[in-house]
């Protein structure tokens, strides 16, 4: 994948979208006052660093969030011996104009990016067989999860040549592969997010991966991804 291809969310969607908003100055300025971070009382360590809002718009009251989608990140093409390098990844985001509400490092801190009352453009296009009405369009209804990860050989063959995929591999066989500690934070983050969206059922129809929106477009969160290590089967 390009560069802004494999860091710009391996969901963020990757089709650029246009978006609106007052953007703040900084990576780190603090969340939009009408949009603060939720309250929590897990043992998640969270970390702000808010987008821009022009990387997020405003959700319409009527919308209801019912949805999780999950995603990959990294800055492996660019720097194959520094992959999960968060400045970077998230001026990738920037540059991109994609978003996340949250970014799972590989130490297990979760990074609030977009505030959840607001919609970051992290699906893109892509449809689902179970939600035909909402072909395009699940940016509204959901929740974006990245996690900083490089997944398979075969997830990574739409983004990258394998010549490239294999000497990283070689070099750094276990930066492959999601961490004990990122699948901790995610399965508490999923439960926090659940707490204040309590439509978001927990079965594999309501907390997804990219690959399974847009197939065609995405490998996200990869083979390498156990959702029994969330509590979820394998398959829906």
């Given amino acids: 994948m390009k560069l802004q291809l494999l860091t710009a969310i391996a969901a963020l969607a990757l089709s650029v979208i246009t978006a609106s908003g007052a953007a703040q100055t900084t990576p780190t300025a603090a969340a939009p006052a009408a949009a603060p971070a939720p309250p929590t009382s897990s043992t998640i360590h969270f970390v702000d660093r808010w987008l821009p809002n022009t990387v997020s718009r405003d959700r319409k009251p009527t919308s ?9 990140s990294s800055d492996l093409i660019a720097h194959p011996d520094d992959p999960f390098n968060v400045d970077r990844v998230l001026q990738v985001y920037r540059d991109a104009k994609v978003s996340a509400h949250y970014l799972i490092g590989r130490d297990g801190t979760v990074y609030r990016l977009v505030p959840e009352s607001r919609v970051a453009y992290h699906a893109g296009k892509g449809s689902l067989p179970w939600l035909p009405g909402r072909k395009n369009n699940l940016n509204e209804y959901s929740i974006g999860i990245e996690m900083l990860n490089v997944g398979s050989a075969r997830d990574m063959a739409m983004f990258m040549k394998p010549e490239p995929y294999q000497a990283y591999a070689t070099k750094h066989p276990n930066w492959i592969g ?37 197939p065609t477009r995405r490998s996200d969160p990869g083979e390498t991804f156990d959702y029994t290590k969330i509590g979820l089967p394998k398959t829906r």
């Fill in 64 to 72: 209801p969030v019912d949805m999780i989608m999950l995603h990959f």
């Fill in 178 to 214: 999601y961490t004990p500690a990122q699948y901790t934070a995610l399965k508490e983050l999923i439960a926090e997010i659940r707490s204040r969206h309590p439509l978001i059922k927990f079965d594999r129809y309501h907390i997804i991966g990219h690959e399974e929106w847009s």
